[in-house]
T-cell receptor
Framework: AQKITQTQPGMFVQEKEAVTLDCTYD???????LFWYKQPSSGEMIFLIY??????QNATEGRYSLNFQKARKSANLVISASQLGDSAMYFC???????????????FGKGTKLSVIP | GAVVSQHPSWVICKSGTSVKIECRSL??????MFWYRQFPKQSLMLMAT?????????EQGVEKDKFLINHASLTLSTLTVTSAHPEDSSFYIC????????????FGPGTRLTVT
């Protein structure tokens, strides 16, 4: 089974509107972290936001917020007030931590291509 | 913020030759670095975990004799693709683990390898 599932290969959003990118995850670990990264056409991976499994509040970073629903194992990214520069691939990733100090690896979803329409 | 560089940013080589890609953490020491491969329009796939001063840990299905990883210093890890073939053409991205408490990873800008 996939550990990270992003069901939307592509999404369109009107400029200045909000958009939600879906991410569900599968883990039996109690301690884990969820990440969202943005990858523009240039290729670099840009960290956006992080949510720890024990964090009670949803993470927010500027226009980005993470809608964390632990029971449903979902970690959707919400981008408010979309801008043309938000057009990019977006990857959800997870790090499972129960195995201790060696568990630094990230597992990535297949990504969602977001296109912002002017 | 923390910066990780990769060199070269793109390279074209002939089939059968070897190519070395460098990954440097510019303003922090990274005892652990990761190498990923990304095919067009696909996700990042972890190839190996590189630990300073010890052998790399390769993911299942990655040939350790083909993808040589050396992490000789706290700021430099190298990936050498030996006897490259066209199917090795891909985007290679490294990341460096900055903090073992917060688990922050910083990604390099990637290297696009084309084997002709």
């Amino acid at each position: 089974a996939q550990k990270i599932t992003q069901t939307q290969p592509g999404m369109f959003v009107q400029e200045k509107e909000a958009v939600t990118l879906d991410c569900t995850y599968d883990t039996s670990d109690q301690s884990y972290g969820l990440f969202w990264y943005k990858q523009p056409s240039s290729g670099e991976m840009i960290f956006l936001i992080y949510q720890g499994s024990y964090d009670e509040q949803n993470a927010t970073e500027g226009r980005y917020s993470l809608n964390f629903q632990k029971a449903r194992k979902s970690a959707n990214l919400v981008i408010s007030a979309s801008q043309l520069g938000d057009s990019a691939m977006y990857f959800c990733a997870m790090r499972e931590m129960d195995s201790g100090a060696g568990s630094y690896q990230l597992t990535f979803g297949k990504g969602t291509k977001l296109s912002v329409i002017p | 913020g923390a910066v990780v560089s990769q060199h070269p940013s793109w390279v074209i080589c002939k089939s059968g030759t070897s190519v070395k890609i460098e990954c440097r953490s510019l303003d922090f020491q990274a005892t652990t670095m990761f190498w990923y491969r990304q095919f067009p329009k696909q996700s990042l796939m972890l190839m190996a975990t590189s630990n300073e001063g010890s052998k790399a840990t390769y993911e299942q299905g990655v040939e350790k004799d083909k993808f040589l990883i050396n992490h000789a210093s706290l700021t430099l890890s190298t990936l050498t693709v030996t006897s490259a073939h066209p199917e090795d053409s891909s985007f290679y991205i490294c990341s460096a683990l900055r903090d073992r408490v917060t688990y922050e990873q910083y990604f390099g800008p990637g290297t696009r390898l084309t084997v002709t």
